[in-house]
């Protein structure tokens, strides 16, 4: 089983439509959590971070956070053309050996496209 | 400000040859990340630097070499090029030394082996 999983996708979603990704992770007492957009032949960029159970909001974004089940989530509402990238779920474990909490664990990314 | 920034942007090597990937950050980062990215196997590290002057191996290491030469800088180097190393590399930089905030990226570097 991989440390954080992602569905591939492509996710489809008209233009207006909530757009929902998932991310799954193995290391129940991870710390902290990330969601970062990807556009094509573009690097990396964080749009949401997350620490406590529950829901975090940002403009259009939410990420939902349920540390008993495992997994968090990104939901984008009023969807845009504009948000159609790969969403990259990202996972900072919890302090232990050979400072694996000083390196993030990544899932390989849900492509979304958003349709006019 | 310029976050991390990372050169060259593009390059093509014959296999053998050597070159180095340089990255600068200007955010007084203590951590900084080299990862590549290939279709279908996502973000891998290569090497990372916790602070200034350690640097560790990650999951894909053979091949390179890095060197935190200050705080600001940290360097890749690929000492004979190898096709299998064709791909997208991207430097990061992080504020927590344990990563805690995420990471910044730089804008990458394509890197094409022949």
């Known amino acids: 089983q991989k440390e954080v999983e992602q569905n591939s996708g492509p996710l489809s979603v008209p233009e207006g439509a909530i757009a929902s990704l998932n991310c799954t992770y193995s290391?129940?007492?991870?710390?902290?959590f990330f969601w970062y957009r990807q556009y094509s032949g573009k690097s990396p960029e964080l749009i949401m971070s997350i620490y406590s159970n529950g829901d975090k909001e940002d403009g259009r974004f939410t990420a939902q956070l349920n540390k008993a089940s495992q997994y968090v989530s990104l939901l984008i509402r009023d969807s845009q053309p504009s948000d159609s990238a790969t969403y990259l779920c990202a996972v900072n474990p919890p302090m232990g050996n050979a400072g694996n909490n000083r390196k993030l664990i990544w899932g390989l990314g849900t492509s979304l496209a958003v349709n006019p | 400000n310029a976050g991390v920034t990372q050169t060259p942007k593009f390059q093509v090597l014959k296999t053998g040859q050597s070159m180095t990937l340089q990255c600068a950050q200007d955010?007084?980062?203590?951590?900084m990340y080299w990862y590549r990215q290939d279709p279908g196997m996502g973000l891998r590290l290569i090497y990372y630097s916790a602070s200034e002057g350690t640097t560790d191996k990650g999951e894909v290491p053979n091949g390179y070499n890095v060197s935190r030469l200050n705080k600001r800088e940290f360097s890749l180097r690929l000492e004979s090029a190898a096709p299998s190393q064709t791909s997208v590399y991207f430097c990061?930089?992080?504020?927590?030394?344990?990563?805690?905030?995420?990471?910044?990226f730089g804008s990458g570097t394509r890197l094409t082996v022949v």
């Open positions: 990061a930089s992080s504020g927590s030394w344990t990563a805690n905030y995420g990471y910044t």
């Open positions: 290391d129940r007492v991870s710390q902290s």
């Open positions: 955010m007084n980062h203590n951590s």
